[in-house]
């Protein structure tokens, strides 16, 4: 049971479920920064707050478990193990959070209604910590290049997959084509510089950890990696065909339904993306 619990598939996924979560997080800021939403339709999304304050919780409360028994001696010290991780770096970014996640499932409001300021901090403690915690921070040479590049990462992640993601589950379903037209408009140029963040920060840390083309494809991080570049490839093809070929003919009868469709099959391989990358911060680097 415990074997099961901590397995690479089991700790993956709750990191999985926690980059899901803080993502919506950001996505659902990120929208009242774009002033797209009126304030009853962010209204709307207290409910998808609540669920990825939920999820995130459960991810944090997961890794800080299955961290605990893969470091104690025995399942009876996990306890005490936790006390010793939350002195560490590891630790307070656990802690910082799960104040964010407990913030979204308790108070929905601080996200989408109370000043703009607390939410824009929340949204920022409950994606960032994970910069704290993987290759970045144990990084030999340019660590701290290396952590800034892997925050700016995550927050663009957030702010390009989570905004789409908040678009498609909450907004476009009832939108008319105006509507739409309005989102994709004021959505756009957000997801442009995401995309183009997500390119620069990836190829920086892709190069920190991965030197050779040789370690491309003679380690398992170096093939994860490929698999991840194809995915978000893929993802990067279905924004160009909503921005270029399905934007101009919204208006037209069909258009929202095709700009739906094509949303939610990029939302559904981004899920996909964070899935690889959930694999890939926890494989050993190569040469390691
Ligand atoms: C849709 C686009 C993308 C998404 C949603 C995404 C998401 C993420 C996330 C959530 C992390 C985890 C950071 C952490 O836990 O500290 C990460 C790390 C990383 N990403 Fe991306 N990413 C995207 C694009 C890219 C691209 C284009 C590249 C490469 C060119 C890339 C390369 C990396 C690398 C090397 C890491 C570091 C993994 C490690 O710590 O070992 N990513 N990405």
Wanted: charged letters at 10%; aromatic letters at 8%; a positive charge.
């Amino acid at each position: 049971m415990i074997a099961a619990f901590t397995s690479e598939w089991a700790t993956a996924l709750a990191r999985w479920l926690g980059y899901l979560g803080a993502s919506v997080l950001v996505g659902v800021v990120a929208l009242r920064l774009q002033r797209q939403a009126t304030e009853s339709q962010l209204n709307h999304s207290r409910r998808l707050v609540r669920l990825a304050g939920l999820a995130l919780l459960v991810a944090v409360l997961a890794r800080m478990t299955q961290q605990a028994l893969l470091f104690a001696a025995a399942p009876e010290e996990a306890l005490a193990m936790v006390g010793i991780l939350r002195g560490t770096a590891w630790g307070t970014a656990w802690t910082v959070q799960l104040l964010a996640a407990l913030a979204a499932t308790l108070l929905p409001g601080a996200y989408v209604k109370k000043g703009l300021l607390l939410a824009l901090a929340l949204a920022l403690m409950a994606v960032l910590p994970p910069a704290f915690q993987g290759h970045a921070f144990g990084s030999e040479e340019f660590m701290v290049q290396a952590v800034v590049a892997d925050a700016l990462h995550l927050l663009a992640a957030g702010v390009w997959m989570g905004t789409l993601a908040v678009l498609v589950i909450v907004w476009l379903g009832q939108a008319s084509g105006t509507r739409a037209l309005e989102f994709v408009t004021a959505f756009s140029p957000w997801a442009l510089t995401g995309a183009a963040t997500l390119g620069v920060t990836g190829v920086f840390a892709s190069w920190l950890h991965v030197r050779t083309p040789a370690m491309v494809w003679g380690s398992s991080y170096g093939r994860t990696l490929l698999l991840k570049v194809v995915l978000v490839l893929a993802v990067l093809a279905l924004g160009a065909v909503n921005w270029k070929r399905i934007t101009p003919v919204l208006l037209s009868p069909g258009g929202v339904a095709r700009l739906r469709t094509s949303a939610r099959t990029e939302v559904a391989i981004a899920v996909l993306v964070f899935l690889v990358t959930a694999f890939l911060v926890a494989t050993s680097l190569p040469g390691e």
